[in-house]
């Protein structure tokens, strides 16, 4: 494993336009990644997550109100590339995306072989027959049989599918792979099964991840890092040895906290209230109207403080 810096996402910001206002989705967000490593991005629906791998990739609908900050890919600020140069030298080059309901991200009306080339043809420049090979690879790779290329997304079953768009997402080998919930509306059995295959191809082909999830258990097997996100900023970062037993940040240990166990008696706790409107958020730290451990200078907008080699966005570690 090297410590050489593969991404660093320095004062990310992403808001769209709605009838009601200008929602902050991603709100000044910084966090990096080093190569052959995961980061578990984890927080509450609604707090950002997907924006945030929409911002990095830069999948960007009609209605944005800011796009701005830095994205520093191997050194390079991929922010200042204009469309055209971002889709031929980043977008499915060095990063590559398993969207969100990748069960059903795939065309139901054509040959899910046939999908999993496409990128190869349109970013690769390879012919059909190439492409096809790289494809078959790829189905191999990720436990798929050679047989389902001819097949239709419908024959197969939601496991095959997201291992489908899991091998759509490697055909052009990324170095860096987002995964928007690839877990999600699978059985416990397939999701343990997805997990293996993604700890496999990491292994394997020293592929890096960012992992978008509400689902912190699950995705504690695959992480090295852990990213909290709330109400649309990191307030906590920290690698995995260091953040399960120990989390910092209140809404961090209240996550936890929510998570069932399997032994013991103790019961699982509820978060109290509802995150605040990214719309109209407070100026003072987000989660204060829900904390515990809230006192006066909470009303500020805390820095990020540096606690024992982890990132936290907490006024208690001033």
Same mark, same amino acid.
């Given at each position: 494993m090297t410590d050489t810096e593969l991404l660093r996402v320095e004062n990310l910001k992403l808001h769209f336009r709605t009838t009601q206002g200008v929602v902050q989705a991603v709100d000044g967000v910084d966090f990096n990644l080093t190569y052959n490593r995961a980061v578990v991005v984890v927080g509450e629906s609604g707090c950002g997550k997907t924006s945030l791998a929409k911002a990095i990739l830069r999948l960007l609908p009609r209605n944005v109100e800011t796009y701005s900050g830095h994205v520093y890919l &191997?050194?390079?600020? +991929?922010m200042a590339y204009d469309e055209e140069e971002f889709r031929q030298n980043v977008r499915w080059i060095k990063?590559?995306?398993?969207?969100?309901?990748?069960?059903?991200?795939?065309?139901?009306?054509?040959?899910?072989? &046939?999908?999993?080339?496409?990128?190869a043809m349109i970013h690769l420049n390879v012919k059909p027959d190439e492409a096809m090979v790289m494809a078959r690879k790829m189905f191999q790779n990720v436990g798929v049989p050679a047989d389902f290329l001819v097949r239709y997304p419908f024959e197969l079953s939601g496991g095959m599918r997201q291992r489908s768009a899991i091998a759509m997402?490697?055909?052009?080998?990324? +170095?860096?792979?987002?995964?928007?919930?690839?877990?999600?509306?699978? &059985?416990?059995?397939?999701?343990?099964?997805?997990?293996?295959?993604?700890?496999?191809?990491?292994?394997? $082909?020293?592929?890096?991840y960012i992992l978008i999830t509400h689902d912190i258990a699950t995705s504690s097997e695959l992480a090295d890092d852990v990213a909290v996100m709330y109400a649309g900023q990191i307030v906590e970062v920290g690698d995995t040895p260091r953040f399960f037993p120990n989390p910092l940040h209140p809404y961090s240990r209240k996550l936890m906290n929510s998570v069932p166990r399997l032994h013991g008696d103790k019961e699982?706790? =509820?978060?109290?209230?509802?995150?605040?409107?990214?719309?109209?958020?407070?100026?003072?730290?987000? =989660?204060?109207?829900?904390?515990?451990?809230? $006192?006066e200078k909470?009303?500020?907008e805390p820095p990020t403080f540096t606690v024992e080699g982890r990132r936290v966005k907490c006024w208690l570690y001033a």
């Open positions: &191997d050194g390079t600020d +991929v990063m590559s995306l398993v969207p969100q309901a990748a069960m059903n991200a795939l065309n139901p009306v054509i040959r899910v072989g &046939d999908q999993v080339a496409e990128p997402a490697l055909v052009t080998s990324p +170095v860096l792979i987002v995964l928007d919930e690839p877990t999600s509306a699978l &059985d416990l059995l397939t999701q343990a099964n997805i997990m293996n295959v993604l700890k496999r191809i990491k292994h394997e $082909f020293e592929t890096s699982p706790e =509820f978060i109290v209230g509802q995150p605040p409107s990214l719309i109209n958020p407070p100026t003072g730290c987000r =989660f204060a109207a829900r904390c515990p451990s809230r $006192f909470c009303d500020e």
